[in-house]
């Protein structure tokens, strides 16, 4: 049982790259959704998904892109990289309802943008 | 809104120390509340899930509380160790409702 397993670890982007952060979970959860966290600032929802087909926007969702055509995968792509988007990525996981509600973590990706 | 608040925002004890985390929310139609444990420059790591018909979970030497009426979670980590060393958070969240984190409380276990 992996859980949710997050790629990269660590990227560096020149500003205007784009790219994609991987996450996908084993779990056949419901819920999944993106934060960033950065110093001083807690964790800061982007994106959120309750199913495959359905995502819907967090606090911070400017410069970012989400999708889920599948229960497992919930991929967050930056369109244009901007310094101010250097931050610790983490994707998190759970079902919505009872023992299944608990919550899990990737391990993050830690991208900086120069 | 939910609002949680952890205090202290950080804890100084020495190894061998029983000792309680606190966390405080506004709302008390919570539908569960979880804690975390973060290391620097690490992911969180869940600890224990008290769901809202619960009062209480147990993992090892972790016991999480959980009183509704009066807005409370505590976490009590008996016999302290300097791998508890971490930043522990209290995050409460309702069915498909986003998560809501505390600060966090810093805690250092000195050897």
């Known amino acids: 049982n992996a859980g949710v397993t997050q790629t990269p670890k660590f990227q560096v982007l020149k500003t205007g790259q784009s790219m994609t952060l991987q996450c996908a979970q084993d779990?056949?959860?419901?819920?999944m959704s993106w934060y960033r966290q950065d110093p001083g600032m807690g964790l800061r929802l982007i994106h959120y998904s309750v199913g495959a087909g359905i995502t819907d926007q967090g606090e911070v969702p400017n410069g970012y892109n989400v999708s889920r055509s599948t229960t497992e995968d919930f991929p967050l792509r930056l369109l244009s990289a901007a310094p101010s988007q250097t931050s610790v990525y983490f994707c998190?996981?759970?079902?919505?309802?009872?023992?299944?509600?608990?919550?899990?973590f990737g391990q993050g990706t830690r991208l900086t943008v120069v | 809104k939910q609002e949680v608040t952890q205090i202290p925002a950080a804890l100084s004890v020495p190894e061998g120390e029983n000792l309680v985390l606190n966390c405080s929310f506004t709302d008390s139609a919570i539908y569960n509340l979880q804690w975390f444990r973060q290391d620097p420059g690490k992911g969180l790591t869940s600890l224990l899930l008290i769901q809202s018909s619960q009062r209480e979970q147990t993992s090892g030497r972790l016991n999480a509380s959980l009183d509704k009426s009066s807005g409370r979670s505590t976490l009590y980590i008996a016999a302290s160790q300097p791998g508890d060393s971490a930043t522990y958070l209290c995050?409460?969240?309702?069915?498909?409702?986003?998560?809501?984190f505390g600060q966090g409380t810093r805690l250092t276990i000195n050897p």
């Open positions: 779990m056949n959860h419901e819920y």
């Open positions: 998190a996981s759970r079902g919505l309802e009872g023992a299944k509600s608990e919550a899990f």
């Open positions: 995050v409460t969240f309702q069915g498909a409702q986003k998560l809501v």
